[in-house]
């Protein structure tokens, strides 16, 4: 047998057939998972049940109303329905000549109804020309004048036609109703007692499981034609958002999974398929804010374009969800939005800009790698961030030891960096007189010691209270362990941007106060000596956190 490697080839077929059935199988695997994650989301599977659920309030509401039905009213009206029917097919010649007169009216006034219309339709179109010529004293203004004056005289012929047609009508619709008007009296009771009995077993017929409709259009790679299952927005033309200052049209999908919250009928039912606790003011389409008028997260907040429940910024309704939530999408509180004075800082940024934060590397929900993070991998950390949140620039805001990260990523990416912001922050920490093991036992005493019972809150803001104190310490135990602390102060020592201060580009603002109770005013004045053209400025407050005593000189600032 020759083998399958000759002379000239570079190659033997048998491993590139290896190579080629081992790659076609995984990319069919792939495009399976890609279908099969798609088929899978979490807002399909809450439509879903949703969809049994409204079958099944559906049915309950049928029941009701076919209950609340008057029967013994509609047993009166049919007997009453037949007597009439038995006057009408007495009489049924007359009725049936009748019937053909009406008829024949209504094609010949539907004749003189398209001749008025058409001659009216000209004459306008005549007059016009025939007053612009007049105007322009054209030589043959007065024949158009005449042609003017038949062409109205017409016109009145035509619409006393109309009108002796359509009284002639009336009359013989009159006589026909003395014989039929009974009937269709009755019959128009009876359908409005049972209108809504009517309507409930339309919409039940329309949402009746359905194979087609369920799984055939809802299919992976046909979906594309009607699914019932697809994301369901509204655009608020009224509202807008500010997002990298480009005012866009507020967009909610919330009704995506909330499917009845504008609904009545689901007020008993478990979120997210509860009815609004009150339509009448709220969501409701006969209430002051409409659902397709206000949307939801104007009120809400939360993030109306996402579908999932953590991208969404929702918070558990109860403990089994709050477990299945953590567990599969690692939900966690957003605890900073809990004291009022840090939630009304992040609330003012917000309100003039897109507001994107990070937890840094070893913190909150970012990964532990453990051992100390150079600034570098910091610093690149926010162009990751930026990356993932589509922003292609921004203002930085770093304050204490987030400025020297903030520093470095302006110096680094200036055609990224809108503008730097800096609030009581150093190039490099400030303290030579204490010794390496002076500066550790200091840490190990003062911070880590403490670490998770609030009172390293006093460190940096003097006049804390007990409820700033009790959060700060919650804050604390979920930003990280006194191990991530300790690898965060420690960078800090060796932290150092001097050299990086002149080539940062962006328009620069440095914030200090003078009473802070960590640094001293010298190094924002350093700061702002060193970065080109750097505005400095004072605020008022005794603490480190821009946050506690927030005031308008911060925001004019």
């Given amino acids: 047998m020759a083998e399958k490697k000759s002379v000239g080839h570079a190659y033997n077929v048998d491993f590139l057939n290896v190579v080629f059935a081992a790659s076609s199988l995984f990319l069919f695997l792939s495009v399976i998972w890609m279908v099969w994650d798609d088929y899978d989301r979490d807002w399909k599977s809450t439509q879903r049940r949703f969809a049994q659920l409204e079958y099944q309030v559906t049915q309950a509401q049928l029941q009701q109303a076919t209950r609340a039905v008057d029967r013994g009213k509609i047993q009166q009206l049919q007997a009453q329905q037949q ?107 009876i359908t409005d007692l049972t209108a809504e009995e009517a309507r409930l077993q339309k919409r039940l017929d329309v949402i009746a499981p359905s194979a087609v409709k369920d799984y055939f259009l809802n299919a992976p790679l046909l979906d594309f034609m009607a699914p019932t299952l697809k994301i369901q927005q509204v655009i608020l033309p009224n509202v807008v958002d ?35 606790p009150n339509l009448n003011v709220y969501l409701g389409s006969d209430s002051k804010h409409p659902l397709d008028q206000i949307g939801c997260t104007v009120c809400h907040e939360g993030m109306g374009q996402s579908v999932s429940f953590r991208d969404a910024s929702h918070t558990p309704s109860g403990k089994d969800e709050k477990e299945r939530e953590t567990t599969k999408v690692k939900w966690e509180k957003e605890y900073d939005w809990e004291e009022p004075r840090h939630a009304a800082f992040l609330e003012r940024l917000g309100s003039f800009a897109r507001l994107i934060r990070l937890d840094k590397r070893g913190t909150g929900l970012s990964d532990r790698h453990g051992g100390i993070p150079d600034l570098e991998t910091r610093m690149d ?34 055609e990224r960096t809108r503008a730097l912001v800096l609030f009581s922050t150093y190039a490099k920490v400030w303290n030579p007189e204490l010794t390496q093991e002076e500066r550790e036992a200091e840490l190990e005493e003062r911070v880590l010691a403490h670490w998770g019972d609030g009172s390293t809150v006093a460190i940096f803001a003097p006049d804390a209270d007990d409820v700033l104190r009790s959060w700060w310490g919650a804050r604390e135990r979920l930003a990280g362990s006194p191990g991530a602390a300790r690898n965060l102060i420690t960078a800090s020592w060796i932290t150092d ?15 200090y106060r003078g009473a802070d109770p960590i640094l001293a005013p010298e190094q924002a004045q350093f700061l702002a000596e060193q970065i080109p053209e750097a505005s400095l400025v004072e605020v008022p407050g005794n603490s480190t956190f821009p946050w506690l005593d927030y005031c308008a000189a911060f925001s004019e600032a």
């Fill in 83 to 189: 007597e009439s029917a038995k006057k009408v097919a007495a009489n049924q010649q007359k009725v049936d000549e009748l019937q053909r007169k009406v008829k024949d009216l209504d094609n010949q006034l539907y004749r003189a109804t398209t001749d008025y219309q058409t001659a009216k339709a000209t004459y306008d179109q005549d007059r016009y020309d025939y007053e612009a010529s007049r105007n322009a004293k054209a030589s043959n203004a007065e024949a158009k004048g005449k042609n003017v004056a038949e062409e109205e005289r017409r016109v009145n012929e035509l619409n006393l036609e109309m009108e002796r047609l359509t009284a002639e009508r009336t009359a013989v619709q009159k006589d026909l109703a003395q014989y039929t008007g009974e009937v269709a009296a009755v019959a128009k009771q």
């Fill in 242 to 276: 500010d997002v990298n200052f480009i005012r866009v049209p507020k967009m909610d999908r919330c009704r995506t999974c909330h499917l009845a919250i504008d609904r009545k009928g689901y007020e008993k039912y478990p979120q997210p398929f509860t009815t609004h």
């Fill in 381 to 414: 950390d926010v162009r990751a961030v930026m990356d993932a949140a589509g922003a292609e620039s921004a203002v930085v805001f770093g304050y204490f030891e987030g400025g020297p990260m903030s520093v470095l990523f302006a110096a680094t990416y200036p």
């Fill in 497 to 511: 941007v001097t050299d990086v201060l002149p080539a940062v580009q962006a328009p620069t603002l440095v914030l």
